[in-house]
T-cell receptor, first 115, second 114 residues
């Protein structure tokens, strides 16, 4: 595997379900990110991890819970979601948080539908 | 205020022609980075090109070039010799040296016509 991978690629869940999104980067990067992309809206940064430590949480509802066990893996645990949470969830990684090293490389995303 | 503004929701270009996608940004930082990404219908965001605020030359990567006008706070993407595979959404983004925020615009949908 190369680059950034995400599983599953598609997910349909009910509002009472619990599911997890997985992201893995094979680039040797130290920073990982979760984004939400809804139709006709800019990408919304949700969480940032640097060296496994969470450094940003952009007022994301608690029904989204991130986990970063190591620099290569990032999870997004989902529970009691709402229909408006339906979106494309993108994971990204960068070598570091700085400008020159901060170019983010994205995974293919998980298309989530909440019924 | 919007950090990144892309005023062209949709653009069309004839195959083999050049096209310019507009992007303006807003920051009070002296040090920042500007990025362009391509998103095909498959969903993956593909990094295209980077320009640092202190770079004196416009960035180029193959058929992509970034027309950086610092005083006007614009960072337009120029795609030369358009190909059918260039049809996608294109996003302009900025990273400021302060903080961990990465700001994206709303994107421009480019369609290349044979």
């Amino acid at each position: 595997e190369t680059g950034v991978t995400q599983t599953p690629r598609h997910l349909v869940m009910g509002m009472t379900n619990k599911k997890s999104l997985k992201c893995e980067q094979h680039l040797g990067h130290n920073a990982m990110y979760w984004y939400k992309q809804s139709a006709k809206k800019p990408l919304e940064l949700m969480f940032v991890y640097n060296f496994k430590e969470q450094t940003e949480n952009n007022s994301v509802p608690s029904r989204f819970s991130p986990e970063c066990p190591n620099s290569s893996h990032l999870f997004l645990h989902l529970h009691t979601l709402q229909p408006e949470d339906s979106a494309l969830y993108l994971c990204a990684s960068s070598q570091g948080p700085g400008l020159a090293t901060g170019t983010q490389y994205f995974g293919p995303g998980t298309r989530l539908l909440v019924l | 205020a919007q950090k990144i503004t892309q005023t062209q929701p949709g653009m069309f270009v004839q195959e083999k022609e050049a096209v310019t996608l507009d992007c303006t940004y807003d920051t009070s930082d002296q040090s920042y980075g500007l990025f362009w990404y391509k998103q095909p219908s498959s969903g993956e965001m593909i990094f295209l090109i980077y320009q640092g605020s202190y770079d004196e030359q416009n960035a180029t990567e193959g058929r992509y070039s970034l027309n950086f006008q610092k005083a006007r706070k614009s960072a337009n993407l120029v795609i030369s010799a358009s190909q059918l595979g260039d049809s996608a959404m294109y996003f302009c983004a900025m990273r400021e040296v302060t903080g961990n925020q990465f700001y994206f615009g709303t994107g421009t949908s480019l369609t290349v016509i044979p």
